[in-house]
Nanobody, 133 residues
Framework: QVRLMESGGGSVQTGGSLSLSCVASGSTTSRVCMTWFRQRPGKEREGVASIDLDGSVTYADSVKGRFTTSKDYAKNILYLQMNSLKPEDTDMYYC???????????????????????????WGQGTQVTVSS
C-alpha cells in the first residue's frame, strides 16, 4: 500500500523560505515519477515540480529559480525547497507518486498542458503553506 506523508508547511513572510518533505512508503514509490502539486479553494490545481527516476526535473514557470525539488532515493523521501516566497505561493501543497500504468502520463506532463487526473497519482494529505505580505 502506498502512503505519502508531507511535512514542513507553515507561515512565512514574503521573501522567506520553507522546506517541504514527503516520506513515501510502498514498493512502487521508489520506481516512479513524483510530483508536487498545489491548490487552494476556488483555484485550479497547479503542478509545481516533478522529478523522474533519472533525477531530471520539471518546474512550473512560476517557481523556476525559486523552488528546488530533490529526492533521497535511498530513504525514499521527496523534498521541495522553496525560497523567495510570494503571497501567490499560498496554497495547500500535495506530494504525489505516479500510479504505475502503461497509460501513465509522462513525468511532468502537466507542464505541457496535459490534464491532471486524480486516478493517475497517489496523493498525500497535503501541507499548508501561507505567505503573508
Amino acid at each position: 500500500q502506498v502512503r505519502l506523508m508531507e511535512s514542513g508547511g507553515g507561515s512565512v513572510q514574503t521573501g522567506g523560505s520553507l522546506s517541504l518533505s514527503c516520506v513515501a512508503s510502498g514498493s512502487t514509490t521508489s520506481r516512479v515519477c513524483m510530483t508536487w502539486f498545489r491548490q487552494r479553494p476556488g483555484k485550479e490545481r497547479e503542478g509545481v515540480a516533478s522529478i523522474d527516476l533519472d533525477g531530471s526535473v520539471t518546474y512550473a514557470d512560476s517557481v523556476k529559480g525559486r523552488f528546488t525539488t530533490s529526492k533521497d532515493y535511498a530513504k525514499n523521501i521527496l523534498y521541495l525547497q522553496m525560497n523567495s516566497l510570494k503571497p501567490e505561493d499560498t496554497d495547500m501543497y500535495y506530494c504525489t507518486a505516479d500510479v504505475p500504468s502503461p497509460d501513465a502520463p509522462f513525468c511532468g506532463s502537466w507542464s505541457r498542458g496535459a490534464p491532471v487526473s486524480n486516478g493517475d497519482y497517489y496523493w498525500g494529505q497535503g501541507t499548508q503553506v501561507t505567505v503573508s505580505s
